[in-house]
């Protein structure tokens, strides 16, 4: 009789236990979609069109502190660093090494305006390193896949100056928010104050960032 009973026992555990894991595992795939599904969300909201309209007010203003950060390099060799550090360059616990003002420039791959004004953030290095400008490019793609077309980009343009990895967005939510239009540029003047905050804007960025840059190196 024990026996009857233990093996009828079994078959009920049995009955009973296959549906559940049955279940979890068809549940199992929908958890992993949803998952990636947030990340492609988390990740968007760092730009979600180049319409200036639809971006977030500016964070800073002129005259503001400028959030000091540091950070690895996407490309140490050409920058003949690993990595750099805001406050090295401005504010109080700033070098002496001849900076006077920092362009610090956001950009994407996704973004095609920020692509075209490289070679122009390269020409403004070569030009006026001397007279104390420096450039600094942070990189805000999250995906490791689109980190080799960066280092296309670097290569293509023959980039030197930093290009920063923000793979976080732990800077440019400092100083872009959440919602932002790119490409979007800050100058930092030697004092640590912002001097310039320009975000999503269009075709005339020469035009603007030499009168700003000039402006600012002669404060």
């Known amino acids: 009789m024990k026996t009857l009973v233990t093996r009828a026992m079994l078959l009920a555990f049995v009955a009973v236990s296959l549906p559940a894991l049955a279940a979890d595992k068809k549940g199992a795939a929908p958890a992993k979609a949803d998952a990636k599904a947030a990340e492609k969300t988390a990740e968007a909201k760092v730009d979600p069109a180049h319409d200036a309209?639809?971006?977030?007010?500016?964070?800073?203003h002129v005259g503001d502190d400028a959030p000091m950060f540091n950070g690895l390099l996407h490309n140490p060799e050409e920058a003949g660093k690993p990595?750099?550090?805001?406050?090295?360059?401005?504010?109080?616990?700033?070098?002496?090494?001849?900076?006077?003002?920092?362009?610090?420039?956001?950009?994407?791959?996704?973004?095609?305006?920020?692509?075209?004004?490289?070679?122009?953030?390269?020409?403004?290095?070569?030009?006026?390193?001397?007279?104390?400008?420096?450039?600094?490019?942070?990189?805000?793609?999250?995906?490791?896949?689109?980190?080799?077309?960066?280092?296309?980009?670097?290569?293509?343009?023959?980039?030197?100056?930093?290009?920063?990895?923000?793979?976080?967005?732990?800077?440019a939510r400092r100083f872009l928010g959440e919602k932002t239009a790119l490409p979007s540029v800050f100058l930092i003047g030697r004092d640590g104050l912002v001097k310039l905050v320009k975000q999503g804007y269009g075709e005339n960025a020469e035009t603007f960032l030499r009168g700003e840059i000039d402006k600012a190196l002669k404060e």
Do not use: H
């Open 83 to 171: 990595t750099i550090d805001l406050s090295a360059m401005v504010g109080g616990d700033a070098e002496a090494d001849g900076t006077k003002v920092v362009l610090i420039s956001f950009f994407a791959t996704w973004c095609g305006p920020c692509k075209r004004e490289l070679p122009l953030l390269v020409q403004l290095d070569k030009e006026l390193r001397e007279s104390g400008l420096r450039v600094v490019s942070i990189a805000i793609d999250k995906d490791e896949a689109k980190w080799p077309e960066i280092a296309r980009l670097v290569k293509e343009n023959k980039i030197t100056f930093p290009v920063v990895k923000d793979r976080y967005n732990l800077i």
């Open 53 to 60: 309209s639809k971006a977030d007010p500016p964070l800073l």
